[in-house]
């Protein structure tokens, strides 16, 4: 059976004493996708098997943990869990944080009231309810039952994020998004980190077609303008959104753009295609549909900012969007480094080349060879050879290997680029999209924080891969040896700064909304680094 990772978790306190030789046992488990092993001696204590699999799931004390055997039914945490083989895991699942630690800033009885409110006006101005509207009643009336199994004698703060005027049908119909739980156990650090209330594991595939209803459902809203126009910029939050609004913000990109009228999309078409992009991304910590939609999300404002629509063809519009949205495709969770060092398939199959960056494209076009899925059915043959080549350059681009030999090029022609040469705007379309793929230190703080603590995840899950296969450990992903603010001031410093520099040369209006952004991350990263080397000083004997 093939393991990523094969950890024992045993907490100090479990450490069998020396003398006679106790009993131990071994637990098989899955944990956020990985298999787990732990042991643990008879003399532990409850509190003990609980902090063993708060570690494994790198959760925290105040964290609420759930066991599941093969068949679905609950087990309990305790020293009298029974040992299990390799063919029979048990499923450990985060379900939501204690109470303690949500914050709240309106009640569940103050949202089925809105909710109702809601409802009559709806049914006032359109005759009936809307599938949606029931949706949102259900997910409250569960959201209720799984608090009622919390301990009531804790203080429940729950923090609500509603967006009541975020879609309108015809302008009239207003849309209430569902709730997100969010972490705020380090208000200063992760006041945003979304914390997703999890329930027993479903079907992929179930999960899946959820997604895919909720998204035609909404698509047939209006998105309201102020949603429209904030979503042109570098400060949009993605932490406020589900899989399926994401979706529609997708389509909302495509059509502001112009791009359906100009290649002539048919809707469904394009909304088979965002499904099915969103289908072939991993449920991985960082390089997931969420990192896609921001780049895009982020490829979609530099556009607005820097007046592209003016500049460039309609056609290096839809290649630089369509490539931010398939960038990443499939993505293993495992850099090119290692895909190489552990002579992965991938890396046979692309001769140790950009072995990544190949996949992501050899899927994107996939998903544009099915029918039912391919956007480009109306364009011409050179018109797709063009886009194609055009992602393929881009895609392969982001490839970090390649930064400073296309930072360089892009460099050698600033003083005097011109948008009516082909060969100038390649080069810029490959430095839009790889400003877009790292640009999340250009966000608000509270947006950007979050997002390095799911890359640091992603990092040292393959450096502990790494040790385990005996592979040199990657830099800047040994847990060991990294820390968040050491691995954020290198990287800004010498990666991100020259980079965003060049292009804000080029376009001096972006200086405001990415440059000094990155700069201020630069700031706080380097006053934390430097505490943590003060505070490490001064806790030596």
Not at 246 to 263: G, S
Request: hydrophobic share 40%; with cysteine.
């Amino acid at each position: 059976m093939s393991q990523l990772r094969d950890l024992i978790f045993i907490p100090e306190a479990c450490h069998v004493p020396s003398g006679p030789k106790m009993a131990t046992k071994i637990i098989h488990f899955i944990v956020n996708g990985k298999v787990e092993r732990a042991e643990f001696g008879a003399d532990c204590t409850a509190e003990d098997v609980k902090d063993l699999f708060c570690a494994a799931a790198e959760a925290s004390p105040h964290h609420i943990l759930k066991l599941y055997k093969s068949n679905g039914s609950v087990v309990n945490i305790s020293p009298m869990l029974e040992s299990n083989s390799q063919d029979s895991y048990y499923q450990l699942e985060v379900v939501a944080s204690e109470l303690q630690s949500i914050a709240i800033t309106t009640d569940v009885g103050n949202m089925e009231q809105r909710l109702c409110h809601l409802e009559t006006k709806v049914q006032e101005e359109a005759g009936k309810t809307p599938e949606i509207i029931s949706d949102l009643k259900s997910q409250v009336d569960s959201f209720k039952r799984k608090l009622e199994v919390c301990n009531p004698a804790q203080s429940l703060r729950l923090h609500v994020c509603i967006r009541a005027e975020m879609f309108a049908p015809c302008q009239s119909i207003k849309h209430l998004s569902w709730m997100g739980l969010f972490r705020d156990e380090c208000p200063q650090q992760f006041s945003k980190f979304p914390l997703k209330a999890k329930v027993p594991q479903v079907n992929k595939d179930e999960e899946h077609r959820e997604v895919r209803r909720r998204f035609l459902n909404m698509s047939s809203l209006q998105v309201i303008e102020e949603v429209r126009e904030h979503l042109k910029t570098p400060t949009f939050d993605n932490w406020q959104w589900e899989e399926p609004e994401m979706l529609v913000l997708l389509q909302v990109m495509f059509t502001d753009l112009d791009l359906l009228t100009v290649f002539h999309f048919e809707v469904d078409i394009l909304q088979n295609f965002l499904f099915e992009v969103y289908c072939h991304y991993n449920n991985i910590p960082f390089h997931n549909f969420q990192h896609c939609f921001c780049v895009t999300q982020m490829m979609y404002g530099l556009i607005w900012l820097t007046d592209l629509r003016n500049k460039l063809d309609p056609m290096d519009l839809l290649i630089m969007l369509t490539s931010a949205l398939c960038h990443d495709l499939d993505h293993p969770g495992y850099s090119n480094v290692y895909q190489i060092n552990a002579q992965t398939k991938l890396a046979l199959r692309y001769n140790d080349i950009s072995p990544l960056e190949n996949h992501h494209c050899a899927v994107a076009f996939g998903i544009l060879a099915k029918e039912e899925s391919n956007i480009l059915k109306h364009v011409t043959t050179e018109q797709y050879k063009h886009i194609r080549a055009g992602m393929i350059k881009c895609i392969l681009a982001t490839d970090m290997a390649r930064h400073n030999e296309i930072l360089n090029n892009f460099k050698s022609i600033q003083s005097v680029f011109d948008f009516r040469n082909r060969d100038h705007t390649e080069v810029l379309m490959k430095i839009m999209l790889k400003v877009s793929d790292i640009s999340n230190e250009a966000r608000p703080m509270a947006v950007a924080e979050p997002w390095l603590v799911c890359l640091l995840q992603e990092f040292f899950n393959q450096g502990d891969t790494e040790k385990l296969k005996g592979l040199p450990v990657t830099p800047f992903m040994d847990r060991d040896k990294v820390s968040k603010p050491s691995s954020q001031t290198s990287f800004i410093r010498f990666l991100l700064l020259p980079l965003f520099t060049e292009l804000t040369k080029l376009f001096p209006c972006l200086e405001k909304h990415i440059l000094e952004p990155v700069r201020r991350a630069l700031e706080y990263y380097s006053d934390l680094e430097r505490a943590t080397q003060k505070e490490a000083a001064a806790s030596k004997p």
